[in-house]
DNA sequence: TCGAACCCTCACACAGGTGTGAAGGTCCAA
DNA sequence: TTGGACCTTCACACCTGTGTGAGGGTTCGA
């Protein structure tokens, strides 16, 4: 597909396609006419790239984490040199960090939100757990 | 306390905390010097602010978001107004988006380097599930 | 009283993700 | 064959979080 129909399925702006191409996240193949050319599978690609992105995780660590993600990985292994597994290793528990902490803050809104709702509901505050 | 503890205990430079400040996360008073005071609760917040910013969240929302993780937040009730409920409904969905996202990648990282450790104990690619 | 270690404001700079627009080529349908 | 929709590259520009340094005060111990 071309990058005009890879842009709408995926909501993404031409512009960050072609960045995230220049960063290495996608490939393409060219048509004759110079036209980017995407295979079917990059939808999901770039879907999970915008969310690793939202997720916080820069683009030079999402090119090294791809690789893992696909399936099958058997072939990768070969290129799993120790530091790319250091990397790996640290980049799994900064993200566990930061699951705890969205999820702690989230569970936190969630609450002060039912407080909210029962205080509009009642008039008055919920009693102190 | 003065900046440098404040920088000290919460590992953040100075010029950040300042910045913070900036964006009205944190407050502080001033000494009759013009030197800025750190109440003793800001540590903690300030490691809340960093967790949140590294989790993806802009100063602009967490400015939002503070207040009510505070306790006692019943205070902060009046100021509820349906547009920050609003907002503050928007952010959880979207916290609970990245929780998703950040998990699900992080088992895959997991999941690989469990595979490698294997493939490097025993030399050969562990069975596929 | 001098120097070190603080503090202040201001401002320039950078990297990363993203928008926007210019200048131009391609393709297809009216 | 012309117009519009699509594609190309290139470049400037923005915002946000952050570093760094200049120029200048304050505090305190040697």
Do not use: H, W
């Amino acid at each position: 597909m071309r990058i005009g129909e890879l842009s709408a399925r995926t909501d993404t702006s031409r512009r960050l396609l072609r960045y995230y191409e220049e960063r290495g996240l996608i490939v393409s193949t060219r048509c004759a006419n110079g036209y980017r050319d995407y295979a079917g599978n990059l939808v999901d690609r770039v879907l999970q790239i915008r969310g690793l992105l939202d997720a916080g995780l820069p683009t030079r660590l999402i090119k090294q984490i791809l690789p893992c993600l696909d399936k099958p990985r058997v072939i990768y292994f070969p290129d799993a040199t120790p530091e790319m597994i250091a990397t790996l290793e640290e980049e799994r528990d900064r993200m566990t960090e930061r699951v705890r902490f969205l999820t702690r803050n989230r569970d936190a809104i969630s609450e002060y939100l039912a407080a909210v709702k029962e205080y509009n509901l009642t008039g008055s505050a919920p009693p102190a757990p």
